[in-house]
């Protein structure tokens, strides 16, 4: 198998597509650790990874702790609030305090579009995304294709149907860059005021003019999370209205195929994206989703290592 | 002193003149232009054969930040960085601390700049106190403090009424009112131009009907009330559409442009490259042809450069946090010689949109070599190649998103008054 060449995983625009395969064969493999009875394998030992999380997070940071030591590498947890735009210190001084502790991985969120690329451009040490901004969450998207990828078996040819926020939604980004690359096609769907302009053109996507178009006939329907925060007064009316022509529920997801699966990247607001019998229905993978992030974690951990499976 | 200067190419549309001739200077005005004109004895002769010789370059938007924000830039370094990019004069906005709204700040400035600048500063006054957008500065006291026009730079003045007093009162005293037109509900959060570039990064954007609306605004009010009023930077198609259209019904609108936006788009952006963050902000190939196309039709009457210094800190950081704004005195004459050399504008509408016309705007008395005039001369030699390097820009900062690019045209020598104040 080729080397994985890149030190850093900040987003899935910059992964070839097969980059994209060996994260995912490798996260096949490593997964069978955490069925075991003892969930660790040496693979990462001395090796110190940072939790860096300047945005709430629980799943992502628990996922990433957990893939970390499951690897037997030694991960910290920074949360802060404070931005370098309010208070505190800049996030290029943090990084750098940080980075004199001699880590070798720095897993960072940030609400700041980009400030992964800055930050690579200040540290010597490996620098993975968990997210920045509106811009990408490739660990998200990685463990969506490998979700699809076990329903399918195949990341070719399926139509994946997004509703939501693709405005605001770094985890629709990094599918779409994800699933174009795999030769998939992409259908979005959501208010016109939460479209971004130009969205066509960052891959094999077609924007659709209601819920139901995107989802006709798709293998894959992701619903994304609405938040009445960000989505601010003047994107939507409400979550009600919201919910009547772009949440998902057991009727329209009979457009889908009859196989289709359910995707939602969590935290879910039950009764606005997705009818509670939706999210618990047969045909969601929303848990799966969430037991495979932690296994695509240890791969990326594992991959920006450089090292050989022990 | 005198001086002669032989053998150029002597631009001055203010008189119809490009032709190769001399050009004597004595006790700081200009004293005779002719062809074949004998250096006496206490004179001293600049060559400047395959050079343009031409009024003064003038810069009527630049950011000075003296006094308060010394730290980026002060009136010496300021218009150190001018007169190395062939400006003799700049007018400096208000948005210092404290700002100029009163005049010990505005005297304060034309004191330092005569006593250690290297060329002409004129101050502009805040259109309302402290940029606060709720009321009126004393313009009038602003005016004869020397102040050459007024304007709430980098903060438009959102309440409708109170701009359309203060074009009324304004024009009443006689001074400019120069707007930054931008709806600020529009710009929101943004830090980019919306559009494709902003989808792909995740960056908030900034749609370029924010600019058409306010710049529609701004017309309106000034038709509505029969004054005049200056429009800076603008970036846009459409601002550049609704001006061209304003002033075809006789309503008395100037603008400028900037170099940043004829000759750079939105991708300048790409890699969250904080020195391509202004505001406005970079926008899309057909605003810049759009605005090229103004230029070109007289539409645009002047080019500024909006030169914003921030310091390595304000722009080294998150792309979010980063300062709006990049230095511009600099680099603004090889891009906008760009703009002869690719044959958009001729050099004779280049010099009126770098010296004569903003001097008209403002009423600033300057921009011609006529015969008793101020002798404020700049040398260029269109052909001269150099580097944008950041240890060797004059200014304090830094923020340039051409550092590394080559340029070809810069200023040999400026002269201010009658003195050489930089040679190259």
Redesign the interface.
């Known amino acids: 198998m080729a080397e994985f060449k890149h030190k850093h995983i900040i987003a899935l625009r910059d992964l070839s597509k097969d980059d994209i395969e060996m994260l995912l064969s490798s996260a096949e493999s490593l997964r069978e650790i955490n069925s075991r009875d003892i969930k660790k394998v040496p693979t990462l030992r001395g090796k110190t990874i940072i939790n860096l999380f300047y945005e709430a997070s629980t799943r992502t940071r628990t996922s990433f702790e957990i893939a970390g030591k499951r690897l037997s590498a030694d991960t910290v947890n920074i949360t802060t609030s404070s931005s370098s735009a309010t208070k505190g210190e800049t996030l290029s001084d943090t990084a750098l305090n940080l980075l004199a502790m001699k880590p070798d991985i720095i897993v960072m969120r940030h609400s700041v579009s980009g400030s992964h690329y800055y930050l690579a451009d200040k540290v010597n040490c490996s620098i993975i995304n968990a997210g920045d901004g509106a811009h990408e969450h490739p660990s998200q998207g990685l463990l969506d294709l490998l979700t699809m990828k076990d329903k399918f078996g195949r990341l070719d040819g399926l139509k994946v149907a997004i509703v939501g926020d693709i405005t605001h939604s770094r985890v629709a980004r990094s599918n779409i860059q994800g699933l174009t690359k795999m030769g998939s096609s992409v259908f979005l769907a959501g208010p016109p005021t939460m479209m971004p302009p130009g969205v066509e053109r960052l891959g094999n996507v077609t924007v659709c003019s209601s819920m139901k178009e995107a989802i006709q006939d798709a293998d894959v329907v992701m619903m994304l999370r609405i938040q009445q925060e960000r989505q601010g007064k003047t994107l939507m009316p409400n979550a009600r209205e919201y919910s009547r022509y772009f949440g998902l529920n057991p009727e329209n997801l009979k457009l889908a195929k009859p196989n289709a699966m359910v995707m939602h990247p969590g935290p879910i607001n039950r009764g606005v994206e997705m009818s509670s019998s939706t999210v618990d229905g047969d045909q969601s993978w929303i848990l799966k989703q969430v037991e495979n992030g932690v296994a695509v974690r240890m791969s990326m951990l594992y991959h920006v290592c450089g090292g050989e499976i022990e | 002193m005198n001086l002669l200067i032989k053998n150029g190419r002597v631009i001055d549309p203010s008189q119809n003149i490009d032709d190769k001739m001399d050009l004597l200077i004595e006790n700081g005005l200009i004293k005779e232009i002719g062809k074949g004109m004998a250096a006496s004895d206490c004179v001293e002769v600049i060559d400047a054969a395959g050079k343009y010789v031409v009024p003064g370059l003038i810069d009527i938007h630049v950011h000075l930040r003296d006094p308060g924000l010394e730290y980026k830039e002060d009136i010496v370094s300021g218009t150190k960085a001018a007169v190395t990019g062939g400006f003799t004069s700049v007018c400096c906005m208000p948005n210092t601390k404290p700002v100029i709204d009163n005049k010990s700040v505005a005297g304060y400035i034309i004191n330092k700049s005569r006593s250690e600048g290297f060329c002409n500063v004129f101050p502009i006054g805040s259109i309302t106190y402290g940029l606060s957008g709720d009321r009126m500065s004393e313009m009038g006291e602003l005016k004869e403090s020397g102040c050459v026009a007024v304007s709430d730079d980098g903060k438009p003045v959102a309440n409708s009424e109170l701009m359309m007093r203060a074009l009324q009162y304004a024009a009443g005293i006689g001074i400019m009112v120069i707007s930054h037109a931008e709806e600020l509900a529009l710009v929101g959060e943004g830090t980019m131009n ?3 570039t ?8 900034i749609p370029r009907v924010a600019e058409d609306i306010a710049t529609a605004r701004e017309t309106m009010l000034a038709e509505y009330t029969g004054t005049p009023i200056h429009i800076a930077h603008v970036s846009t198609k459409g601002a550049v559409r609704i001006i061209r259209e304003a002033k075809a019904r006789g309503v008395k609108v100037t603008c400028e442009t900037a170099p940043h936006y004829f000759t750079l788009t939105d991708d300048a952006v790409r ?2 490259n904080t020195n391509a963050k202004m505001n406005p902000p970079l926008r899309e190939a057909d605003d810049v042809a759009a605005v090229k196309e103004g230029l070109r039709d007289g539409t645009i009457d002047a080019i500024a450069t909006d030169h914003a210094p921030h310091h390595q ?1 304000e722009k ?6 980063a300062m709006n704004g990049i230095i511009g005195l600099e680099t603004s004459l090889p891009l906008s010689l760009g703009l002869v050399s690719s044959g958009v504008v001729t050099i004779n509408q280049l010099i009126e949109k770098m010296s004569c016309n903003p001097s008209k705007i403002l009423s600033l008395n300057r921009g011609t070599l006529g015969i008793g005039a101020v002798a404020d001369v700049t040398l260029i030699d269109p052909e001269y190649e150099w580097v944008v390097e950041a240890e060797k820009l004059a200014s304090k900062s830094k923020n340039s998103p051409w550092l590394g690019r080559k340029m070809k045209g810069a200023a040999v020598a400026t002269i201010v008054g009658g003195k050489p104040v930089f040679r190259r």
């Open positions: 919306e559009g494709f902003s989808t792909e990064l995740g960056l908030k954007g890699g969250y800190d080294d950081v998150e792309f979010n946090v």
